[in-house]
């Protein structure tokens, strides 16, 4: 694990990390939207690799593949887009989060060779169950990556200890099944899910999958250590997109965003 990803650990509580697809609207845009994330108190990115097949997201996450996908990003160079991330002044952990299909065509070994190269933190393959995972959970650590691990409501406690006690960065505790997008209500017993969680890890938990309001965040406080958030923001941004793609008008659609993520995020997230 990077000294990074060591420092996001150390926070411990209320943590918050977007998400954002990787060339949605353009993939200049997406450094000025990691950069505007990071100004409003996002502790990590999670960047997401778009694919044809998402079978974990739903249609706002789908909507940004397909534009993505457009402008003819890919796996490879959206790892090489963190790097200008860097140089633009991007000092927050980066997570990419890609289906297994796109890692398998890059080839593993290419894989961590561009993560070094481009200042990469952590790893998410949201289609590799925990026990086929093993041989790339070693493969990140010994190349300083957190692989990211998953666990559910409907997670066996036996499996959910097994799970908790390899997750590496932190614990990415699913709040509803189904694919992402908004909800207006969550799976009963994830408060007792996310006692559980904490229990069996000692990484952060985190929950994700679903929440789009500040409202909703306060809701889960003190229940686990952070948020994940995206169909929200991927939604703001594409509401925002014809006025990111002009140059005339980039700067102001910016300070929406950000005054979006400022309204969004509950103010201790900033402490």
Not at 4 to 33: C, Y
Not at 38 to 46: F, H, I, S
């Amino acid at each position: 694990m990077g000294s990074r990803m060591k420092e996001f650990q150390s926070k411990k509580s209320s943590l918050f990390v977007p998400f954002i697809t990787a060339g949605d609207p353009s993939p200049v845009v997406t450094v000025d939207l990691a950069l505007a994330l990071q100004n409003e108190g996002a502790d990590a990115l999670e960047l997401g690799i778009p694919y044809s097949d998402p079978l974990a997201d739903g249609p706002v996450i789908q909507r940004a593949s397909k534009r993505a996908l457009e402008n003819d990003m890919s796996l490879e160079k959206a790892m090489k887009l963190v790097a200008n991330m860097r140089a633009a002044g991007l000092t927050i952990p980066v997570i990419i989060f890609t289906y297994y299909n796109l890692l398998l065509q890059l080839g593993e070994q290419k894989f961590f060779e561009l993560a070094s190269q481009n200042e990469i933190d952590g790893l998410l393959v949201p289609d590799m169950p925990f026990e086929e995972s093993k041989d790339l959970q070693k493969s990140c650590s010994a190349h300083d990556l957190s692989f990211i691990s998953l666990a559910a409501p409907t997670t066996s406690q036996g499996r959910l200890k097994e799970i908790g006690e390899a997750a590496q960065g932190f614990l990415y505790c699913i709040s509803s099944l189904g694919v992402t997008g908004a909800r207006t209500s969550f799976a009963n017993g994830l408060d007792r899910f996310l006692d559980e969680a904490r229990s069996a890890s000692s990484v952060p938990v985190l929950i994700g999958f679903g929440l789009s309001s500040r409202e909703q965040m306060q809701q889960f406080e003190g229940k686990c250590d952070g948020f994940i958030m995206g169909s929200t923001i991927v939604s703001k941004i594409e509401e925002l997109g014809p006025d990111l793609l002009r140059e005339d008008k980039k700067g102001e659609a910016l300070q929406t965003f950000s005054d979006f993520l400022s309204k969004l995020v509950p103010l201790n997230v900033y402490s």
